[in-house]
């Protein structure tokens, strides 16, 4: 009898020592092993994934809505919860979005990253195979839901708008708010907040109109399919020493020097790709003013091929000459 009671009390124990720790990155609570305890991360439409971009479905989504992501947010906490960091707000109304593939609104949760030991990869989904060295997750719940632990049981519950990172010789300055306060959260379960307002838009890429979306689920236990993924193409640029602060952080069982789940099947799943059908009009009309007044054009994508024919033709020409004088 007492060793059955002192069994259930080291269990009980043992749970409660290593509750929200229940799952890592490496050994035997690494992430081939979740699906034991995390049935649904044993399942079909699973992420990350790898996007093939040439499998992809272009589309033309309504215009994506961002609510509230040029606003000065004072109250933002910065939180090392021993898997990732985690940047929430308090004050209300929260950042939301809405439109592109997305029925109704959604809702800011609360945002993290995922990085790797290098800069060689660390991103958790992965373009044509390619790694970047960090990936930032925005995360918004159905505002129909009302909060995030009530969305998770409904398969249209969460978005998360994934952004990559990739390496520059130039730091980024909105950055430096949230390195700074790294410093501050190297050890688990500890929070600052940030000393200066902070606004979502400065953190993203200038380019929020391309992006590939597909359905799957929360990428760490319990890996719940309830995840309308966007991951936009254009990565965000910091320095390797920006990256490097991330590393920093310490779990329970030291430091996090990576924290992405492996890819996971794509199974029956389309990704499709949206590509803004205005922005190539536009672009087109602002070549054609190019020529004109010498206004240098946003983007070299879409470009008209007049462009490329005169290096073509001057290429042919000498290479006739030539052939001409050699006879
Ligand atoms: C990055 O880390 C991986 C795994 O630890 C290692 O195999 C690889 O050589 C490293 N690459 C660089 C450039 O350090
Ligand atoms: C981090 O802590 C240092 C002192 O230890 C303090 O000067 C700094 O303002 C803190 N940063 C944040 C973002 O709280
Ligand atoms: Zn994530």
Redesign the pocket.
């Known amino acids: 009898m007492q060793v059955v009671a002192a069994t259930v009390f080291v269990f009980a124990l043992f749970q409660a020592l290593t509750h929200g720790e229940e799952f890592g990155y490496d050994g035997n609570i690494g992430p081939e092993y979740w699906g034991e305890r995390y049935r649904e991360c044993a399942g079909k439409h699973q992420s990350p994934i790898n996007i093939n971009v040439l499998r992809v479905k272009q589309v033309t989504l309504p215009d994506l809505v961002l609510v509230g992501f040029d606003d000065s947010i004072d109250d933002v906490h910065?939180t090392n919860n021993g898997h990732t960091v985690l940047i929430e707000v308090q004050n209300e109304p929260h950042p939301r979005v809405r439109g592109g593939p997305l029925d109704g609104d959604y809702i800011f949760s609360q945002m993290h990253f995922h990085w790797g030991d290098n800069d060689t990869f660390g991103s958790e989904d992965k373009i044509n195979h390619r790694s970047f060295p960090m990936e930032l997750h925005m995360v918004f719940f159905k505002e129909e839901y009302q909060s995030a632990a009530e969305a998770v049981k409904h398969s249209d519950g969460l978005t998360v708008l994934a952004f990559f990172y990739e390496l520059d010789r130039h730091q980024h300055p909105a950055y430096d708010?949230i390195t700074?306060?790294l410093?501050?959260v190297t050890e688990p379960h500890t929070s600052?907040?940030?000393?200066?307002p902070f606004s979502f838009l400065n953190i993203l890429p200038y380019d929020l109109k391309r992006y590939f979306t597909y359905k799957g689920s929360l990428t760490t236990p319990p890996c719940s399919e309830v995840v309308i993924w966007l991951d936009f193409e254009q990565p965000i640029r910091l320095t390797h020493g920006q990256i490097e602060a991330f590393r920093e952080i310490r779990s329970a069982h030291g430091k996090i020097t990576h924290n992405f789940r492996p890819i996971q099947p794509i199974g029956d799943r389309v990704v499709f790709y949206n590509i803004d059908n205005n922005y190539y009009i536009y672009n087109e009309i602002d070549e054609r003013e190019e020529t004109t007044t010498g206004k240098p054009s946003k983007r070299k994508k879409g470009r008209s091929s007049a462009n490329r024919l005169v290096p073509t033709i001057v290429y042919t020409m000498t290479f006739t000459i030539l052939l001409l004088f050699s006879l």
């Not at 600052?192 to 200066?196: A, D, P, T, Y």
Request: net charge negative; hydrophobic share 55%.
């Open positions: 910065v708010d700074s306060a410093v501050n600052v907040v940030m000393s200066h």
